[in-house]
């Protein structure tokens, strides 16, 4: 079973840093291309960023691009986004998910609720 | 920036049938766009029900299917159950950026 769990959401001051991570299991990590989207509470989702299988193709929404960085360590089945300089616009609950084939964000974990806020 | 908009609001009487449509700013969908739909009941992360403008996932109810019409990505329910009341979102996929639709409520009522 495909199982997707982020962590490291939180309460952050505007112009700080902070780290979420996605563990996973169910599945050959290391064979598939992962995303992270996030969802301000109330409002609708935005694609934040997507890693190649290899780290060797990276992209980015324009509204994070800069900022943010995505990476992800094979050996630990694990994905991170480095969020740095948050802005209150950056609050939301942040999700990552794995596309299958033909198949884009086929599977979503449950959301980690990032606040930036003074 | 593009754009992806769907109908803010729908409602179907139970038994019903509906069609949420998906469209760009940037022009009439076509299959390149790869059109996605979910389903995101409250509380609950998004569910992808159908990829690649007609395909179902395993766990995709029948009533559900996909189309392109007049120049957009569809959704049709058919049949609507108490049940479909949720917001459902389109994604477009514009070769290396990903744009998800406003999302559209629908209301089984």
């Known amino acids: 079973e495909v199982q997707l769990v982020e962590s490291g959401g939180g309460w952050v001051q505007p112009g700080r840093s902070l780290r979420l991570s996605c563990a996973a299991s169910?599945?050959?990590?290391?064979?598939?291309?992962m995303h992270w989207v996030r969802q301000p509470p109330g409002k609708g989702l935005e694609w934040v960023s997507i890693i190649s299988w290899n780290s060797g193709s990276i992209a980015y929404a324009d509204s994070v691009k800069g900022r943010f960085t995505i990476s992800r360590d094979n050996a630990r089945n694990s994905l991170y986004l480095q969020m740095n300089s948050l802005r209150p616009e950056d609050t939301a609950f942040y999700y990552c998910?794995?596309?299958?084939?033909?198949?884009?964000?086929?599977?979503w974990g449950q959301g980690t609720l990032v606040t930036v806020s003074s | 920036q593009t754009v992806v908009t769907q109908e803010p609001s729908l409602t179907v009487s139970p038994g019903g049938t509906v069609t949420l449509t998906c469209s760009s700013s940037s022009g009439a969908v076509a299959s390149g766009y790869y059109p996605n739909w979910f389903q995101q009941k409250p509380g609950q992360a998004p569910r992808a029900l159908i990829f690649?403008?007609?395909n179902k996932h395993s766990w995709t109810p029948a009533r559900f299917s996909g189309s392109l019409l007049g120049g957009k990505a569809a959704l049709t329910l058919s049949g609507a159950l108490p049940e479909d009341e949720a917001v459902y979102y389109c994604?477009?996929?514009?070769?290396?950026?990903?744009?998800f639709g406003t999302g559209t409520k629908v209301t089984v009522l």
């Open positions: 169910g599945f050959t990590f290391d064979d598939f291309a």
């Open positions: 994604l477009l996929y514009f070769g290396g950026t990903y744009v």
């Open positions: 998910a794995k596309d299958i084939g033909g198949s884009l964000f086929t599977y």
């Open positions: 690649g403008i007609t």
